[in-house]
């Protein structure tokens, strides 16, 4: 197993690889995501993790961008690579499902995404 050193990262990318989102394409997505950080240079400041189900399948694939609190959903490599340019720039929000605002995660309205399960109930 490798133990990368993280001193430096800016962002760290959690791309869900769980059964629905890979059934879209997550395996895609998440090579346009790596390719898209070696080309702009910024292996040294983006990480990335493939995780399991992150609980919005709907919304599959799901990237979640930290320390940013932004969960996007990503359903095509050219989006995957939005991301990357976002997690930059961190000026566009056009598939940022959540993101966090005043330490709440707070529903982006503009994104076409279902509210989900309240867990509070």
Known sequence: MT???LSGMKSHLFICNGSSCMKK???EIT???REEIAQLGMDEQIHTTRTRCNGRCKDACIVIAYPQGSWYKASTTDIGRGIVKDCIEQQNEQHTIYRMENG???LNPEVASITGIDKNK
């Open 3 to 5: 133990t990368w050193n």
């Open 25 to 27: 394409g997550a395996e």
């Open 31 to 33: 090579l346009a995501i």
């Open 104 to 106: 709440e995660m707070i």
